[in-house]
T-cell receptor, first 115, second 111 residues
Framework: KAGVTQTPRYLIKTRGQQVTLSCSPI?????VSWYQQTPGQGLQFLFE???????NKGNFPGRFSGRQFSNSRSEMNVSTLELGDSALYLC??????????????FGSGTRLTVV | SQKIEQNSEALNIQEGKTATLTCNYT??????LQWYRQDPGRGPVFLLL?????KEKRKERLKVTFDTTLKQSLFHITASQPADSATYLC??????????FGAGTRLFVKA
């Protein structure tokens, strides 16, 4: 079974630009979550999608947005990039079972550097 | 306010000993608690999940306990090895399809 695939692995952007990151979850996993990880803040929850619907959103400005497609693939977009957006962006997917939720499978992340 | 606390200081132990990591939380009523391992530059790897009605769960050399009265989880690695050196994260899943992670504890196992 292929893992969670995130593209690209590394990205360098200039302040003010926008960026789109992509995530392909494990086949059969319909829940996809996004996290931002920085040395000072740890893993911060961005949003969670299930069956193309955003079910929850973290405390991030409106510049951060996402979507999920019918094949469960997800994208997140950051507009008007700021230096503070430099971080490792992680996507995670999981299956949701009747007996309770399961752990997440994370991708390797996209390392975004804003200069 | 809601908070998850893990030991911010690194834990150094000798190979073969048991490592015990702590996760405390306040103002949450988590349905599930999870533990992950993360190596530098990589995404976290899921280790164990324990539900609110479970007291203990084991997997090979790993053991997790969950005390909802103390609002605490303990994560044990028995017979630790240098390869166990990593950062370990606890995560709480509350209602609302949102999982919150602690800052993690770095573990160093010396040969």
């Amino acid at each position: 079974k292929a893992g969670v695939t995130q593209t690209p692995r590394y990205l360098i952007k200039t302040r003010g630009q926008q960026v789109t990151l992509s995530c392909s979850p494990i086949s059969g996993h319909r829940s996809v979550s996004w996290y931002q990880q920085t040395p000072g803040q740890g893993l911060q929850f961005l949003f969670e999608y299930f069956s193309e619907t955003q079910r929850n959103k973290g405390n991030f400005p409106g510049r951060f947005s996402g979507r999920q497609f019918s094949n469960s693939r997800s994208e997140m977009n950051v507009s008007t990039l700021e230096l503070g957006d430099s971080a490792l962006y992680l996507c995670a997917s999981r299956e949701l079972g009747a007996g309770g939720n399961y752990g997440y499978t994370f991708g390797s992340g996209t390392r975004l550097t804003v200069v | 306010s809601q908070k998850i606390e893990q030991n911010s200081e690194a834990l150094n132990i000798q190979e073969g000993k048991t490592a015990t990591l702590t996760c405390n939380y306040t103002n949450y009523s988590p349905a599930y608690l999870q533990w992950y391992r993360q190596d530098p530059g990589r995404g976290p790897v899921f280790l164990l999940l324990i539900r609110e009605n479970e007291k203990e769960k084991r997997k090979e050399r790993l053991k997790v306990t969950f005390d909802t009265t103390l609002k605490q989880s303990l994560f044990h690695i028995t017979a630790s090895q240098p390869a166990d050196s990593a950062t370990y994260l606890c995560a709480l899943e509350t209602g609302g399809f949102k999982t919150i992670f602690g800052a993690g504890t770095r573990l160093f196992v010396k040969a």
